[in-house]
């Protein structure tokens, strides 16, 4: 394919938050439904897709590049007191994880701590749970981008207001829909980026 950074015309020294707003304005553009019963509509289909691959194949590239040695995701640059936790959550080992957490005194629980007990809880189905244990953690650190971009991802899974997302009356995990793809990759990003490459299998 070409230089995935020319499809989203952008340059190779662009940010994440760079790359995900190029995207994100090229899908709005191009989106197959601004394209009904049009001559364009071939066109716009074809060019969606080319959008959609040039944006995957960025995103899985600058993913492999930011993997440690253990595997790790370390997908938006702040270190964690935690590694093994976090590697237990990326490996879906949820149970082992929060056992972890749950052994750590009630004096020593950092602003780390809340976010990852946020996450074993997200990755459960227990949106009020994790968005309450998220919320602690951005009032403990409230310069930390990472969680300031969980919480809003959780507080917007939890009132359900994803466009491409039906959450549950229960409160368990939203669950994806189909009518909306853009909505639903756009989502999908956040994820990964918020909770560390593959932690949140919503899709």
């Not at 994880?97 to 950092?110: C, N, T, V, Y």
Request: aromatic share 10%.
């Amino acid at each position: 394919m070409s230089n995935p950074y020319s499809v989203l015309g952008i340059s190779e020294s662009a940010t994440d938050e760079e790359v995900k707003n190029a995207y994100r304005e090229l899908a709005k553009k191009y989106h197959p439904d601004n394209y009904e019963n049009s001559e364009l509509a071939d066109f716009a289909s074809e060019k969606m897709k080319e959008i959609n691959l040039a944006y995957d194949t960025i995103i899985e590239e600058r993913r492999n590049k930011r993997k440690n040695s253990d595997g790790v995701y370390a997908s938006t640059g702040y270190s964690s007191e935690y590694p093994d936790v976090r590697r237990l959550i990326n490996n879906n080992r949820v149970a082992d994880a929060e056992q972890i957490l749950d052994g750590i005194p009630r004096d020593k629980r950092s602003a780390e701590w809340y976010f990852l007990k946020s996450m074993v809880f997200y990755k459960k189905g227990f949106l009020e749970d994790a968005f309450s244990y998220i919320e602690t953690a951005c009032q403990m650190d409230s310069e930390n981008k990472e969680y300031q971009s969980a919480y809003n991802h959780i507080k917007n899974a939890r009132n359900g207001e994803y466009g491409g997302y039906n959450v549950k009356k229960n409160g368990s995990m939203p669950m994806c829909s189909c009518c909306d793809l853009c909505n639903i990759l756009v989502c999908s990003d956040c994820c990964c980026e918020c909770f560390g490459g593959d932690l949140i299998g919503c899709c």
